[in-house]
Structures are given as C-alpha cells and as structure tokens.
C-alpha cells in the first residue's frame, strides 16, 4: 500500500467515525461514556489525514512539474469497506448475537434501597445481581417493572437484555425466567419482542444450578417499542 493510499484510509477512518458519532450509531458498538475519547480520536485522525493528503498532493505536484510519473494507487479498493462502516451500520446485538452471561458465586454484600413506589422500574442486570448478591434482600415482596426482550427456549419464555461493560465485544446476555398467569401473554410473543412487564422475584430462584437466573412472577405485560439504544451498562 502507498503512502498516499495510507492516508487516504487514515482520514477517512476518521470522517467514518465521526458521521457515527453524529448520527449516533456508535452506540451500537460501545458504552456512551465513551462519547469523549471517540470525539477526540476522530478529531486527530481527520486532522493527521487532511495534513498528510495536502502534503502528499503538493509533493505528487512537485513531481510532474519534475517529469517524473506517480504510480497509481492500487490500494484504493480498500477504502471501500472503511466507507462502508459509516453507512451500512450492523444492528446492535441481540439475544442471538450475545452470549449468556457466565456468572459465578457472587459475593454477597448489601445493595442500595430499590426506588420508590408501587412498581418501580429496575434494569434488568441490577435484579440479576441483587436477586444473587443482595444480602439486604431488598427484592422480597416488592413488585417490580422491567424492560426487555423475549427469549424462548425449551422450558418457556425469559426476558433479556444485551449487557456491555466497555462494548459490544464483551456482550453479555442478562435474564429473568417467566412464571405465573400472566406469563402466556409474554410466550405469546415471538423472539426479541420489546416488553415491560411487572411482577415480583421469587425468592431463592437465583442459583448456581440455573446460572444464577431468577424466576419472575408476571403480573402485567405490556409490548412497548425498541428503544433507541438497546444495551443496557
């Protein structure tokens, strides 16, 4: 590869990742408390880019104004793919795409009051974790609002949710498994359809034997729309 064609992918790497940030499909790969460092990595490269192509123009021009020919670049076919990345953007992952989350014996330790109110809204991966680990128990009696995604499987229906720690390379498959009535209406549905759903944890559903995945008695279940950002952090 050239050094022009270098170049020329080095600024446009930059230009990709800044028509990302700017429609906001990065979020489809990594956490939004990354927003900072990506603005800034777009930034240099665009600026290292259009220094270099200007340079390397005026030297091409030094060159023929020499007599001497500048060979073709024949890397460019590489920019495609690049320019690809900015336009033709992935889907985020979903419960086919993420792999269940592998959790060991968690050390249990006291978790912070749920909010309150008759059903609060709780992430998803924060009852997994207090259902496991929370030695206050705050979960028992208390009804709760979740949102997620369906995942069917052979003994019925979970919901999930995508979880990142840094992006989507570490991705993670978070669940709550369904019981009671109101657990067909959820069934009913077919794979990675959005819900919001209330019910209560059963207590001492989460052990090592099912990987830590507690059962959830529903009570209502709404389908409401995909959200924009589907990861949860």
């Known amino acids: 590869m050239s050094r022009g064609t270098q170049n020329l992918v080095l600024l446009l790497v930059g230009l990709s990742t800044a028509v990302m940030l700017v429609k906001g499909t990065y979020l489809n790969y990594v956490k939004p408390g990354l927003l900072p460092w990506l603005a800034v990595s777009a930034a240099v490269l665009v600026t290292l880019g259009v220094v270099s ?36 953007v992935p889907p985020a992952l979903d419960a086919r795409g993420a792999t269940p989350a592998a959790v060991s014996a968690p050390q249990r330790r006291a978790f912070p009051p749920l909010p309150a109110g008759d059903a609060p809204s709780v992430s998803l991966p924060d009852v ?64 990675d359809t959005w819900l919001r759903i209330e019910g209560q944890i059963v207590p001492g559903s989460s052990h090592a034997d099912d990987g830590y995945v507690p059962t959830m008695t529903v009570t209502s279940v709404t389908p409401v729309d995909k959200p924009a950002n589907t990861y949860a952090y």
């Open 53 to 88: 192509v200007v340079r390397d123009l005026r030297s091409e021009r030094d060159e023929h104004e020499h007599g001497h020919r500048h060979q073709p670049w024949l890397g460019w076919l590489l920019l495609i793919p690049i320019a690809m990345v900015a336009f033709v």
């Open 128 to 191: 997994v974790m207090r259902a496991a680990a929370d030695s206050t128990n705050s979960l028992a009696g208390r009804s709760i609002t979740l949102t997620g995604f369906t995942v069917h499987h052979a003994q019925g229906v979970d919901l999930g949710r995508v979880v990142i720690v840094c992006c989507a390379a570490d991705a993670q498959l978070a669940r709550v498994h369904l019981t009671g009535p109101a657990a067909t209406s959820a069934a009913e549905h077919p794979d």
